[in-house]
């Protein structure tokens, strides 16, 4: 009866224009609309075909302001069984150390975890660190780029997938695993699951309660910021090659000038 723990978060709809704060350089979280990350909705959906075959409970767990509980929602209504919301203005402008940190104490308050699964990496930081230091700071194996996963007892056997080719792993668990894009379709929440998710317990906490301090965490301890951002330039309108016989030359030309070969 595994107890599974899945990672997620809010993220600006790709679909909205997304950018940075014009004061702290941090993102701008109102000048877009926040859909829960498509790779978290995978990660769900596997935790619960894991709970469909072996029993055991999913705990949602998302670190973010006060509107990611709309996003915690959509993972009850999934079929998640709870969730952990850690909400504290003191984390505005963390990185992806003080994230990952703040996330390990958060799973140190959900009892007997035996299974952590996160995506690889979100769409608006598109970091792909955070399941690595996290599993670093809990002392778990990890397990990343996974498209399959099996439970078997207290091992955990997956098939990563990386640029180089395909490699079947083993763990024992507890573990930390990071999903693709291909591991599964997500489910649509029926009505029903939308119903039921309004009476989920959602545990909220702040980072004292997690026995974080505060100067420990936020953009002015952080160990990496944004000091300078701009707008991107407008696209500029292409060189048209016309092609009177020496058209092939001119292009081999143009590459070269752009160092291109």
């Known amino acids: 009866m595994p107890n599974i723990v899945v990672l997620v978060k809010q993220v600006p ?4 224009e997304r950018k940075l704060s014009d004061t702290d350089h941090t993102l701008d979280r ?13 990660a769900i959906e596997e935790a619960l075909q894991i709970k469909e075959a072996h029993d055991g409970e999913v705990t949602v767990l998302s670190v973010g302001p006060d509107r990611a509980t709309d996003a915690i929602r959509k993972a009850l209504s999934m079929g998640a069984d ?26 140190g308050t959900v009892e007997d975890v035996d299974l952590v699964i996160a995506g690889n990496e979100s769409s608006d930081g598109s970091g792909g660190a955070v399941p690595a230091i996290l599993a670093e700071l809990l002392g778990y194996p990890q397990l990343t780029h996974v498209r399959e996963v099996t439970v078997d ?31 599964n379709e997500p489910r649509y929440p029926s009505f029903k699951g939308i119903m039921a998710a309004k009476k989920k317990p ?22 990496s910021t944004v000091v300078e951002a701009a707008p991107k330039p407008p696209r500029e309108a292409g060189q048209r090659v016309e092609d009177d016989g020496d058209g092939g030359s001119r292009i081999a030309e143009y590459l070269v000038g752009q160092k291109l070969i």
């Open 13 to 16: 709809d790709t679909y909205s």
């Open 30 to 42: 109102d000048s877009a609309d926040a859909v829960l990350d498509e790779i978290n909705e995978r």
């Open 153 to 183: 007892g207290s091992t955990v056997k997956v098939t990563r997938e990386t640029e180089e080719g395909l490699t079947h792993l083993e763990a024992s668990l507890p573990a930390v695993i990071s999903v693709g894009e291909k591991i």
């Open 202 to 223: 959602v545990e909220t906490l702040d980072v004292s309660d997690l026995g974080v301090d505060a100067g420990d965490v936020g953009l002015a301890n952080a160990w």
């Open 82 to 107: 709870k969730a952990v919301h850690v909400v504290d203005d003191a984390l505005h402008g963390s990185d992806i150390l003080q994230t990952a940190k703040v996330l390990a104490a958060a799973i």
